[in-house]
């Protein structure tokens, strides 16, 4: 039953396993470009990105200057965007633009541009919101907290029950687990909701963030909560680990994909994501346990025979430096909000030691809790090109 399982589990996630590629569609050229004055109105608007998008919605919205929508739905090629326009009015055009990379990051975008003299445009608030990365504020902060109830979800599951098999603490850390189950299905709907942030609430983009790859994913990684839930009743480990494997491969897709690498970059973001699942949920376990159990039973020790939990922190800080080399190089850049964000990842990892060193295991774990959060930070935030 538990090898079915896994094979099952396996041959679903291969079916709807969507590509990675690069990591947000960042605008390169826009025709006609932003601020120009043009003689007669365009016959089209056409956005060219840094990598291939797929358009959210209609793609691009262009409001003339009495305030009507003259575009029509835009079409995708490679890395081109196009939506033709009907309109015939001299004044000023707002351009909306709203986009998926095929890593599922949302992108959005406004500009103006005018024929003959520029006149006031119902749309033109539109221009002044502001943006952290490639999403609004709104959207941004929703993608790094559902990111960091995911990974934090992964680690309390996933890592507590390996860490269960292998201390043999038999039911004792299915609470933690359960509430790892919790965290992994709330974080969808967070996440979904953190996606129309960051791009529009409409129901047209609404219908195109759940056909895309994003909601493609996101019932891939509820498929796998469910599934989890039903395997914990039939208490068989093999399609756990199963499971997990096709979690940190969903996972890697959704993380900044390496140029170039393709598969091998993704194969590097999973290893970086199951590695660290299996250090906090140790860590997590020992820390539940020794909470739970008397001096007298060896509680205090917390399962601390076990050694894999320092070979899982050693893959994950290597993994990590691989990856932050590969976006950032060497030495990292502290001029875009991807380099301070690894920073801060990099100085909370250090903390993390040195209260590792010190035995204050529940002092770790917050500050694992920190580093999670930067995790979350770093994956919402487009690397430097």
Do not use: C
Request: aromatic content about 8%; hydrophobic content about 55%; overall charge positive.
């Amino acid at each position: 039953m538990g090898r079915r399982l896994l094979v099952v589990g396996l041959a679903v996630a291969l079916a709807l396993y969507p590509v990675s590629a690069a990591a947000h569609a960042l605008l390169l050229f826009a025709d006609p470009v932003p601020d120009a004055i043009l003689q007669r109105p365009p016959a089209a608007i056409t956005l060219t990105f840094t990598e291939p998008v797929t358009p959210a919605g209609n793609g691009i919205k262009v409001f003339s200057p009495s305030g009507r929508q003259v575009a029509t739905p835009a079409r995708a090629a490679g890395r081109t965007l196009t939506a033709a326009t009907t309109s015939g009015e001299s004044g000023t055009y707002i351009v909306i633009w709203q986009v998926f990379a095929a890593d599922t990051h949302p992108s959005r975008g406004a500009f103006r541009f005018s024929v003959g003299s520029p006149t006031p445009n119902p749309y033109s608030p539109l221009l002044s919101g502001g943006e952290i990365g490639t999403a609004t504020p709104l959207g941004f902060v929703l993608q790094a907290l559902a990111r960091w109830m995911h990974f934090f979800g992964v680690a309390l599951t996933f890592g507590v029950i390996i860490y269960e098999r292998m201390t043999r603490r038999e039911r004792r850390l299915r609470r933690a687990v359960l509430g790892g189950l919790l965290l992994l299905v709330a974080a969808e709907p967070v996440a979904l909701v953190a996606q129309l942030a960051s791009l529009s609430f409409d129901g047209a983009t609404a219908i195109a963030v759940m056909a895309s790859d994003f909601g493609r994913l996101l019932g891939l990684r509820l498929a796998v909560a469910v599934l989890l839930w039903a395997v914990l009743a039939l208490d068989v480990f093999w399609p756990v680990l199963g499971l997990g494997i096709v979690m940190a491969l969903i996972d890697g897709a959704t993380a900044h994909a390496l140029p170039g690498l393709g598969g091998a970059g993704l194969l590097l973001n999973a290893i970086h994501v199951a590695a660290m699942a299996l250090w906090v949920g140790a860590l997590a376990g020992m820390v539940y346990t020794s909470s739970v159990s008397s001096p007298a039973r060896g509680g205090g020790q917390g399962g601390g025979h076990v050694r894999y939990p320092l070979y899982a922190f050693g893959v994950s800080v290597v993994s990590g430096l691989l990856l932050a080399f590969a976006h950032v190089g060497f030495p990292p850049g502290l001029t875009t909000g991807y380099g301070w964000a690894l920073a801060i990842k990099v100085g909370v990892v250090g903390i993390a030691i040195v209260t590792a060193l010190l035995g204050r295991r529940r002092a770790e774990l917050g500050v694992v809790a920190l580093i999670l959060a930067a995790a979350a930070v770093l994956v919402s935030l487009p690397p430097p090109r």
